[in-house]
């Protein structure tokens, strides 16, 4: 969808598709009982049961062997019949497990040996220092694995628990603030800008748009509706530095709600990461610069001023989700195949992202509308930054929501009419009516649906913010506490 604004109406993206060039059981004994095993009473010097009153006949005495050899050749014990113990069960009930009576079963003795018998062995003095050296390499080479596994693991992670926190980005300006010269600008800038070149619709390189380096991590910033038909048709994705160099990319994750995508190449190198500045310092006519990659022309550098801040900005159409936007508007040329690329102040640090451009025609770029007529707009890095920190925590970004309909035709100039509210919403829950028309959120005039919807995703699910509403001709503020969707 396109809306319309004080300057005409606004596109959809800078560049497209169309833009050219389990538990377990305890283990269970089967049931019944094991096979019964006949028991014997002890023989030899052993002790013998009280209750065996009735002894064999005495054996004639032989000649006792040798130690040893009486260990090895040990008669077997004559059977007696069993009898009954004043003790405890007969002799020969098979014996089940935890019974404390019994005989247990045959058994062989152990060969027995006395100290004479052998000589003792000794260790030579050279085998110590080889073990412990032994030892110690083992242990160092199994740490060194263990920290390679370790590393290797962290590299093929696409998450990470701290988010933005955990890698390493650019905070700090290349430049002076008061520097005013562009091409100083340029020459910082160009290193860390990239083109995007991804499938559409069978055609591996059939859209093209731009994008930065995030951080030293490999991580690269573009907008959503550039990668949106590769990630949903798993296409092939490619990141080309500025020295030309391409590069495999995956997906980490995308927003179509604010329309911007986070990728991953493996092989950054020593790709350089764009400063990432602040947009709520920019005034009206201050001079900024873009970068990108327009009509295919990679590492192509533009300038121009900030026209407007907090211009509300909604891209899509039919058949994709509307991104909207609380753009930064500005007069420097961007045209299709700029989306993605950073918007720069002259401190060369990044204040936004090129997401769209109003064109004259009212169409998509690709269905034949102008290119730049010199108004363009740009996410704001704060939105980036959020975002950004979402898709590196989780994969995926939120957004907020009241839970309401909202009118976002028609020529509205003193607020936005409420159409709906669903049942067990915030909106709901705060009092909200059909029929009320939000004036204001937070003491901000809203002139209409698409303002109010862009003013509600200037803050995050979980935030307490205040609408003034009129209904019924009288004024009232309601307070609402922002829910979340992923999208």
Do not use: C
Not at 36 to 42: C, G, K, L, R, S
Not at 229 to 234: P, Y
Not at 298 to 318: F, H, K, M, W, Y
Not at 340 to 367: D, H, K, Q
Request: no cysteine; charged share 20%; aromatic share 4%.
């Amino acid at each position: 969808m396109s809306a319309s604004g004080e300057n005409g109406p606004v596109s959809d993206q800078t560049s497209g598709p169309n833009s050219p060039d389990p538990d377990a059981q305890p283990a269970v004994e089967p049931d019944g009982e094991p096979d019964a095993e006949p028991t014997q009473p002890i023989t030899g010097a052993g002790w013998t049961s009280p209750s065996q009153s009735h002894r064999p006949p005495a054996r004639p005495v032989e000649p006792a062997p040798a130690p040893a050899e009486q260990l090895a050749h040990q008669p077997a014990p004559s059977p007696i019949p069993p009898q009954q113990s004043p003790w405890g069960p007969p002799q020969d009930t098979a014996q089940l497990p935890g019974q404390p009576y019994g005989a247990s079963g045959p058994t062989t003795p152990m060969q027995q040996h006395r100290d004479d018998d052998r000589p003792r062995g000794r260790v030579s003095g050279w085998v110590w220092p080889v073990v412990a050296t032994m030892s110690l390499l083992l242990g160092l080479m199994g740490g060194f694995l263990g920290a390679l596994g370790y590393d290797e693991w962290e590299d093929s992670s696409s998450t990470y628990d701290d988010g933005l926190d955990a890698v390493q980005t650019q905070d700090s300006a290349p430049l002076e603030a008061d520097n005013g010269s562009v091409p100083a600008v340029a020459q910082a800038l160009l290193p860390s800008t990239v083109q995007i070149l991804a499938a559409f619709e069978g055609e591996d390189e059939g859209a093209t748009g731009s994008g930065f380096v995030l951080d030293r991590e490999g991580h690269i910033v573009t907008n959503n509706h550039v990668v949106q038909a590769a990630a949903e048709d798993e296409g092939p994705i490619k990141v080309v530095d500025f020295e030309g160099v391409r590069h495999d990319a995956t997906v980490v994750g995308r927003s179509p709600v604010y329309d911007l995508a986070i990728l991953k190449i493996t092989d950054a190198g020593a790709l350089e990461p764009a400063a990432l500045g602040s947009s709520v310092g920019l005034r009206v006519g201050d001079p900024v610069v873009a970068f990108g990659s327009p009509l295919g022309l990679s590492q192509t550098v533009t300038s121009g001023i900030v026209s407007a801040l907090d211009r509300p900005v909604t891209t899509g159409d039919e058949d994709n989700v509307s991104s909207y936007i609380n753009a930064v508007q500005t007069d420097a040329a961007i045209n299709p195949g700029n989306s993605g690329g950073p918007l720069v102040n002259l401190a060369g640090a990044v204040v936004g992202v090129n997401s769209a451009i109003a064109t004259t025609g009212g169409g998509s770029l690709g269905g034949g509308g102008s290119g730049n007529i010199g108004v363009g707009f740009a996410i704001p890095i704060e939105q980036v930054r959020t975002t950004a920190d979402q898709i590196l925590r989780n994969g995926e970004a939120q957004y907020p929501v009241i839970g309401a309909q909202v009118r976002t035709g028609g020529a509205e100039s003193v607020g936005a009419l409420i159409t709906e509210v669903n049942e067990g919403t915030p909106a709901e829950d705060a009092g909200l009516r059909k029929d009320d028309v939000v004036t204001q959120v937070d003491g901000k005039p809203v002139t209409d649906g698409i303002a109010l919807i862009v003013a509600i995703r200037t803050h995050q699910p979980g935030d307490t913010i205040e609408f003034t509403v009129n209904r019924d001709g009288s004024e009232q503020a309601f307070e609402i506490t922002l829910d979340g969707e992923v999208g």
